[in-house]
């Protein structure tokens, strides 16, 4: 028989109680099960989206977000990790925007991406609520076995803890730039993915939450546009986690027994494998206050910008004569390597 995928409360619910009537050796009572599927989903309709609801079974009820309130269904059969408390839901029915692959750098718009990818479609934003005693590596080791699990590609935006950007608030423009997500929840020294496959993308945040952990997953469904920059990002490191794309994944968490944790542990932001080289798309800061952005790779070349300390500066991959080529904020250039470092 063909497993389902179970993406509602109800079916949560359900799967509950199956196994508390299978631990009492009740499995024959198979009508008892009918008449609970019946309550359970009579409850989820009577719910609405009323703050801290809950189903029987003691599930967080799913609240959407939404005026209406009236449906529990996670897009893509999207999998929630258990014991997960949803704050908040957005569901857009149509919006065009873009997805970072890159960690975010501060400019005169707030923190932007450099390169980021363009898709438009069917939007859906979560936000969670962790618990204190929980793991963000089992968190975010269960959002990878489920993306993989779906066929998408994934890349490391920023490995935990993302010290080029720590404050939750700072990654608000970038996980909605239309602001609509509620930055109290959005995780703090995070561990920040984004994820492609043909016709969906999504960006998935872990991390922490005053005393407890968040997490923010962005789901699109639709048209995904230009790939180069996805193609470049993920041609300079292998898929995060425990798991690769195009091999038997491991189940998510609410499938499985949990297991030892283990953290995506590569970043576009790698240490240098040659001295003196880093590798392409490696974020960078500066040694000293200030420093020039050249036009050209020579010290007499025309002067693009003065980078500051606070200033991100992104790598390109191309070295010349002492400078490293970079992109920032302020433009594109070059830079003398010897007043550059890694965060």
């Given at each position: 028989m063909?497993?389902?995928r179970l993406s509602t409360l109800v079916a949560a619910v359900v799967l509950g109680l199956a196994g508390q009537y299978a631990s009492a050796g009740l499995l024959d009572g198979l009508g008892k099960v009918s008449d609970t599927i019946k309550k359970a989903s009579d409850a989820v309709q009577s719910a609405g989206s009323a703050a801290g609801n809950t189903v029987p079974g003691g599930t967080p009820a799913q609240r959407t977000g939404m005026p209406n309130g009236s449906s529990y269904q996670l897009p893509m059969g999207f999998e929630a990790y258990p014991k997960a408390d949803l704050k908040k839901r957005i569901d857009n029915p149509y919006d065009s925007l873009t997805i970072p692959v890159v960690v975010p750098i501060n400019g005169p718009d707030g923190y932007l991406a450099p390169y980021t990818v363009p898709v438009e479609g069917k939007v859906t934003m979560l936000q969670y609520e962790h618990r204190q005693d929980d793991s963000p590596a089992l968190i975010m080791r269960h959002y990878l076995a489920w993306l993989s699990a779906q066929g998408f590609e994934v890349v490391t935006v920023c490995a935990a803890p993302c010290k080029a950007l720590e404050s939750g608030y700072n990654w608000s423009n970038v996980a909605d730039a239309s602001r609509?997500?509620?930055?109290?929840?959005?995780?703090?020294?995070?561990?920040?993915?984004?994820?492609?496959?043909?016709?969906?993308?999504?960006?998935?945040?872990?991390?922490t939450h005053i005393y407890q952990f968040s997490?923010?997953?962005?789901?699109v469904e639709g048209k995904v546009g230009d790939l180069s920059n996805w193609q470049r990002v993920t041609a300079t490191q292998p898929q995060p986690g425990t798991s690769t794309v195009g091999q038997n994944p491991q189940a998510p968490v609410g499938n499985a027994t949990p297991q030892t944790p283990t953290a995506p542990t590569t970043t576009v932001a790698q240490k240098p494998t040659v001295p003196g080289t880093y590798a392409d798309g490696a974020e960078l800061v500066l040694k000293l206050k200030s420093a020039k952005l050249l036009a050209t790779p020579a010290p007499g070349g025309k002067v693009v910008a003065t980078l500051g300390s606070t200033d991100g500066l992104v790598y390109m991959g191309a070295e010349s004569g002492g400078y490293l080529q970079v992109t920032t904020a302020q433009g594109d250039g070059w830079v003398d390597k010897r007043l550059v470092k890694l965060p």
């Amino acid at each position: 028989m063909q497993k389902k995928r179970l993406s509602t409360l109800v079916a949560a619910v359900v799967l509950g109680l199956a196994g508390q009537y299978a631990s009492a050796g009740l499995l024959d009572g198979l009508g008892k099960v009918s008449d609970t599927i019946k309550k359970a989903s009579d409850a989820v309709q009577s719910a609405g989206s009323a703050a801290g609801n809950t189903v029987p079974g003691g599930t967080p009820a799913q609240r959407t977000g939404m005026p209406n309130g009236s449906s529990y269904q996670l897009p893509m059969g999207f999998e929630a990790y258990p014991k997960a408390d949803l704050k908040k839901r957005i569901d857009n029915p149509y919006d065009s925007l873009t997805i970072p692959v890159v960690v975010p750098i501060n400019g005169p718009d707030g923190y932007l991406a450099p390169y980021t990818v363009p898709v438009e479609g069917k939007v859906t934003m979560l936000q969670y609520e962790h618990r204190q005693d929980d793991s963000p590596a089992l968190i975010m080791r269960h959002y990878l076995a489920w993306l993989s699990a779906q066929g998408f590609e994934v890349v490391t935006v920023c490995a935990a803890p993302c010290k080029a950007l720590e404050s939750g608030y700072n990654w608000s423009n970038v996980a909605d730039a239309s602001r609509r997500v509620d930055t109290n929840y959005l995780p703090s020294r995070p561990a920040y993915i984004a994820a492609y496959k043909p016709g969906a993308m999504a960006l998935v945040g872990v991390g922490t939450h005053i005393y407890q952990f968040s997490s923010f997953v962005k789901l699109v469904e639709g048209k995904v546009g230009d790939l180069s920059n996805w193609q470049r990002v993920t041609a300079t490191q292998p898929q995060p986690g425990t798991s690769t794309v195009g091999q038997n994944p491991q189940a998510p968490v609410g499938n499985a027994t949990p297991q030892t944790p283990t953290a995506p542990t590569t970043t576009v932001a790698q240490k240098p494998t040659v001295p003196g080289t880093y590798a392409d798309g490696a974020e960078l800061v500066l040694k000293l206050k200030s420093a020039k952005l050249l036009a050209t790779p020579a010290p007499g070349g025309k002067v693009v910008a003065t980078l500051g300390s606070t200033d991100g500066l992104v790598y390109m991959g191309a070295e010349s004569g002492g400078y490293l080529q970079v992109t920032t904020a302020q433009g594109d250039g070059w830079v003398d390597k010897r007043l550059v470092k890694l965060p």
